[in-house]
């Protein structure tokens, strides 16, 4: 079974910036490519940023594009992201997803992930 587990959410200033940590156990963490998704009140999950199983691939949504980084670290089993610059709207929780298949290709959608942390909330308000 594997485990997901965010921490780093909380609130920061509009301008500021966090960092999400997702550490993974259960299986070969860097063997399957890893994502982030958020969702705010009222909301659908919505994709944010997505790396490759090698790390050398990333994508990212239109929204967080150049503020946002997603990076891992294979040795530690932990996916991170960056976010810079944040805003009001990117209030939500926080999720990060490890892919369902073996060094597969990322996936932008949630079908394409089958094990989920319980997520780290981080609200932007001044």
């Known amino acids: 079974q594997v485990q997901l587990v965010e921490s780093g959410g909380g609130l920061v200033q509009p301008g500021g910036s966090r960092r999400l940590s997702c550490a993974a156990s259960?299986?070969?963490?860097?063997?399957?490519?890893m994502g982030w998704f958020r969702q705010a009140p009222g909301k659908e999950r919505e994709f944010v940023a997505a790396?490759?199983?090698?790390?050398?691939?990333?994508y990212y949504a239109d929204s967080v594009k150049g503020r946002f980084t997603i990076s891992r670290d294979n040795a530690k089993n932990t996916v991170y992201l960056q976010m810079n610059s944040l805003k009001p709207e990117d209030t939500a929780v926080y999720y990060c997803?490890?892919?369902?298949?073996?060094?597969?290709?990322?996936?932008?959608?949630?079908?394409?992930?089958?094990?989920w942390g319980q997520g780290t909330q981080v609200t932007v308000s001044s």
């Open positions: 997803a490890a892919d369902r298949y073996y060094k597969g290709e990322m996936s932008l959608l949630p079908d394409g992930y089958n094990y």
């Open positions: 259960g299986r070969t963490f860097s063997s399957y490519a």
């Open positions: 790396i490759s199983w090698s790390g050398g691939s990333t």
